[in-house]
């Protein structure tokens, strides 16, 4: 596919005129531009890395797009997922996605699949298209997207970026690397947080997003050295580009099916021992926490174990700070005993998640507590709308 008959495919006026930049350049020109017009490229995931990465593909003159995603806009999308509108919040971002790449590019055949990937439709999905674009925030999907074009033989243009940093590379490509080369065994679940957890700079997408953009133009052309056995990284802070050389593993196993990711990155064991240890935390809801508020008691700490930026945005009256990673790592608990003086422990976080970690941590140091169910998230919700979400 990418080396298809260029005699059959024509541009229009329309065309020589949207394209002449790229005409003008002799590593493009016009056989290039065809190359451009001929491909089809698949994109996993329109969030931070999707936007930028689709709104320069389309711009570039690709001639089919697919677009893999099930969510929905959301406000806090808007900061960094450029290919979306605030008029697009609560809509479907394929939609909003393939409403944009018309705007730039309307002669774009954009195939909209909106559904999770799985090992069930990956191969069907991924196999119409010349490269892959994996633009996604999550260790399953990661290698399954890489099993699934090890399978087909397809180029896998990845991305990954967490706060202020970035990485880039191209798996799968002439004989280059995979992602399982990188990443033999996935990380334990939870070890690594996502940008919902520990955020992300914004314009960071657009950077290593366009790079990911780069790389798939350069391979459909079949010009310079694209970032195969090389892993790019990228501080924004330092404003710093490092490269890693990345070889074949050659004990690495065979892949010869997809299988089960969620199982491989142990996320099925991880989800049960947390509803086992949360099975024995108590709970209570934002609504019986503002009831004791409004009462007057005081035999009770409300311990809040967010970070203390996010503490900054908001906070539920009387809370005390201890950001859970005090707690795991010993001086926390210590903290925690002495604020208690005999008093109820009640903990809150941003959704539950964190405070009911941190009651499971403080349990095992003889502790009891009570986790507020959707933390602050559900008090401005159900409670107090002046507390900003986040």
Known sequence: MLNPNLDEIQLTKDDYERYSRHLILPEVGLEGQKRLKAAAVLCIGTGGLGSPLLLYLAAAGIGRIGIVDFDVVDHSNLQRQVIHGTSWVG???IESAKNRIHEINPDCQVDLYETRISSENALDILKPYDVVVDGTD?????????????LLDKPNVYGSI???EGQATVFNYEGGPNYRDLYPEPPPPGMVPSCAEGGVLGVLCGIIGTIQATETVKIILGQGNTLSGRLMLYNALEMSFRELKLRPNPVRPVIEKLIDYEQFCGIPQAKAQEAQEQMDISEMTVKDLKELIDSGAKDYVLLDV???HEYEIGKIPGS???PLSEIENGPGVDKVKEMLNGHRLIAHCKMGGRSAKALGILKQAGI???NVK????????????SVPTY
Do not use: H, M, Q
Request: hydrophobic fraction near 35%; charged fraction near 25%.
């Open 320 to 322: 005390v700070l201890i």
């Open 91 to 93: 809509k479907p971002k």
């Open 374 to 385: 959707g933390g602050i998230t559900a008090w401005s919700k159900e409670v107090d709308s």
């Open 162 to 164: 967490f706060r202020f």
């Open 138 to 150: 999550n260790f399953p999907t990661r290698y399954l997207v890489n099993d699934a074009c090890v």
């Open 368 to 370: 009891e507590g009570t």
């Open 306 to 308: 967010r970070n203390p």
